[in-house]
């Protein structure tokens, strides 16, 4: 038997927590692309169970909560870029697609070839499914939601625009889910860890 080919492949994710998020936002807490994705993961499953448990919805939790570990994987080569600039005009964002894409395929070579095919649905965001898709995308947003009423209570008001414009969003997903967890888990981050406490004794 021939020995395994070595692989950077793990070598390259696990410096998924060098890579830090907003990085033209002044930030009281940085938040790096490796905490980022647990954070999804853990949104994501939760829409899902709602969705299976609520709204009849057919999406596997695990398979999201996988996919969405993975979403931000390509960041190891090409960093974090921007929403700004990203998104700057629809030339830019077309090119950026192209480079994510280029840099998921880079990643997936660099698997034993014998490994290759069940991380092609997880590195590949062209391979997702649509739901799958757009619910990975609403869990990143709500993500993204919870930074800017962490950063704005701690006084940093450089994130109020971006609070704004992730409300306007996440209030347009026609997933009943997304409403779901807005009006169910979002308000206890408007709340301090004395006010959580109080809450839970007074409950009691």
Known sequence: ????MQSHFF???FRMKLINRWPLMRNVNTENVAEHSHQVAM???????IGQLKFASRIVPERVATLAL???????LTGDLPTPVKYFNPQIAIEYKKIEAI??????????????QPYRQLLLSAEYNDEEKLLVKA????CAYVKTI??????NHEFTIAKRRLEKMLCSYPQPEVKYFLDVFVPSFFLSLDEISLEEEQGN
């Open 1 to 4: 038997m021939s020995e395994p």
């Open 11 to 13: 070598a390259h994710l």
């Open 43 to 49: 949104v994501a499953h939760m829409l899902a169970v």
């Open 70 to 76: 993975y979403h931000d994987a390509s960041e190891v």
């Open 103 to 116: 840099a998921e395929n880079k990643l997936l070579s660099m698997l034993p070839e014998e490994l290759q």
């Open 139 to 142: 869990a990143d947003n709500l």
């Open 150 to 155: 962490e950063e704005i209570a701690a006084g």
